[in-house]
């Protein structure tokens, strides 16, 4: 039998999937990941991730780019994926998949993307194929003149299905709407405030929807470095026509930006969790191994560096 393993490994380390997940109004081009997405500083060659349950290495150029990352379930069923680009932009991303040390065709993609110029601005296409060589989905992304998302174009054997991406500002707010046939399928509205004892933060809300109908949403609030500190979300009541809390996360972190605990409250049960790091460089650099309390479980990292460069005489 064919083992079909979820991308688990994946979902510990990186709040997106690296995956490019391009559904409805989820759809969005892919992302190019750094160093930085991956809580990681300097001349990074490699990172290798090695956790009970498996491994993962990351592959970095010499420009802190993400160019290759292996998931590995055991030595016989692992997963590769590739990242290629063309002027700093991605061109490919191909998944390779194997099972019981055999490359497996049917399950493995590969999605190729160009970039386009047009009257309003630029279109970005993104094409699905099997390495099967079979057709799977193809999607375009317009943008308008100052690089704004205003339409995705889904195209299958389904037929063609267009996402509106419109944008409005109110009182220092900003929503943006995604529409299906009229239909709103999500918005996101984001603002500001600065607090005296937090200071600046930025406050993102998306609200999604189904049949046109309000179905749940997710607050999330990002401190003036960019830290993503409490996370709400909610569940819409149709009795009382009115969102409510479901679960909230709140972060914190040390002085150089790792988080350091979470605590989750779901009504009255409220659970912490505690991160503590060693780092390679004393108290300062990468960290090597993150222990999380009271679970007592572990993550080990073992990071590679580019040689340095020395200057030519």
Excluded: H
């Amino acid at each position: 039998m064919m083992k079909n393993y979820p991308s688990t490994l994946v979902r510990t380390f990186l709040v997106p999937t690296l995956m490019c997940v391009a559904f409805t109004a989820k759809a969005q081009k892919a992302k190019i990941f750094t160093l930085a997405d991956f809580d990681l500083v300097g001349k990074v060659k490699t990172c290798l991730v090695i956790t009970d349950y498996g491994k993962e290495e990351f592959n970095f150029n010499e420009k802190g780019v993400l160019t290759k990352l292996t998931t590995r379930y055991n030595e016989a069923d692992y997963d590769i994926t590739y990242y290629r680009f063309v002027n700093e932009a991605i061109s490919e991303k191909r998944v390779e998949n194997y099972r019981d040390g055999v490359f497996d065709k049917t399950t493995s993609i590969a999605n190729f993307y160009s970039t386009d110029t047009i009257p309003s601005g630029k279109k970005i296409t993104e094409k699905i194929i099997s390495y099967t060589k079979e057709f799977l989905d193809q999607y375009e992304y317009f943008y308008d003149a100052e690089n704004k998302l205003i339409e995705i174009k889904r195209n299958n054997d389904n037929g063609i299905e267009s996402t509106l991406v419109t944008y409005a500002t109110d009182k220092g707010e900003t929503t943006t709407t995604y529409t299906i046939n009229e239909e709103v399928q999500k918005t996101v509205r984001t603002s500001e405030r600065n607090t005296k004892t937090k200071g600046i933060q930025r406050i993102e809300l998306t609200k999604e929807f189904v049949e046109g109908k309000p179905s749940k949403a997710l607050e999330q609030i990002f401190n003036e470095n960019d830290k993503l500190v409490s996370e709400n979300f909610f569940d819409f009541d149709t009795k009382t026509n009115a969102f409510y809390s479901k679960e909230l996360k709140t972060y914190s972190y040390n002085a150089l930006g790792m988080r350091t605990g979470v605590k989750t409250q779901q009504g009255k049960l409220i659970r912490a969790k505690e991160y503590i790091y060693q780092y390679d460089n004393g108290e300062k650099g990468n960290w090597i191994k993150q222990i999380i309390t009271p679970d007592n479980t572990f993550i080990s990292r073992k990071i590679k560096y580019y040689e340095p460069t020395t200057a030519e005489d």
